[in-house]
């Protein structure tokens, strides 16, 4: 329980100073004006938005001429760093812009295409005599894998241990308000495009999947995967029991069965996973969660490409730190209720 809590005081300890650090940045030396060049990327925005100490310009890079435009915002808005996205300036006009920033005293640094098509940790490897981009494998493998185990295992037990009288109760209104098992058991595909038998509560009528394919075109997600606000199929007490998550509470047991983890890529139906390009297959490599970031990160209002994405940065920037994080994070997204359905 001290080891437990130690994890959790540290991350909270980590967040509060980088909390505090850049509310006394702001107070003492005033909001870092940055410049960010190159095309339109809504996950840096979002990201630099979540920075109260970071003040960020923004330049589309169009041609070869716009190096003296990027200048002349560095002095006009007292520029300190510059993030090059994408960029495909020649070599010596970039080592060019790159001595006049040193000489101006600007950091330059870069977004490489290559790592933003990857998604890979990036290190630097010498073995050659020179420094070269290395790739790395997917940090959640190995002892990182069999770790997050051994935690999903007791975070499940301890759970169930507490919440089994409303899992009951859950049970028996399912019973009374609709006819036919309080359970829906549904194949899905997991880890290592294993099959394996999904729990929930039932939410929808008995015949759902019979029904899915009179209203699969009505879907309002693009993408290989079925989203409809308000799904003719949802029972009166399924409505209620979807917008809190209280269904997936069953899920617990597919943890405990080795199926799935507290936090990771959702499980997807078969049909969905086998309209998956490689890139999304990559989501096949971890074990699926019963939360994960794309539901912390907006649920269903997100686009099928956007939740892809999350769930790849999350496969390969896991730590346990992490997992906290969305885990605190999992019951102010179902109560807010945002993309819920």
Known sequence: ??????????????????LMARFLLRSVKGRENILIVGKENQKIRAEI?????????????????????????????????????HNNWPDNRLMNFYDWCENVHVDLKFVPGIVQLCKGEVAIDSSLGVPVFHLRSVSLSGFNFYFKRIMDLIIAISILSFIWPMLLMVAILI???????????????????RIFDFFKFRTMVINADELLAKYREMSERKGPVFKMAKDPRITLIGRTLRRYSVDELLQLLNVLRGEMSLVGPRPQVLWEASAYDDWAKRRLRVLPGITGLWQVSGRASLSYEEMIELDIYYIE?????????????????????????
């Not at 959790?8 to 509060?16: D, N």
Request: glycine share 6%; no cysteine; aromatic share 16%.
């Open 317 to 341: 920037s896991w730590s346990p730190g992490l997992d906290i994080k969305i885990l605190f994070n999992t019951l102010p997204a179902i109560f807010s209720q945002e993309g819920a359905y």
């Open 1 to 18: 329980m001290f080891w437990l809590l130690n994890i959790v005081l540290l991350f909270a300890y980590r967040e509060s100073f980088k």
């Open 49 to 85: 938005r979540k920075l109260p100490h970071i003040q960020a310009y923004y330049h589309p890079y169009e041609n070869d001429d716009d190096s003296g435009k990027i200048k002349s915002i560095v002095h006009d808005k007292s520029i300190t760093q510059i993030y090059l996205v």
């Open 175 to 193: 019973k009374i308000d609709s006819p036919g098992s309080f359970l829906y058991r549904h194949k899905r595909m997991g880890y290592r495009g």
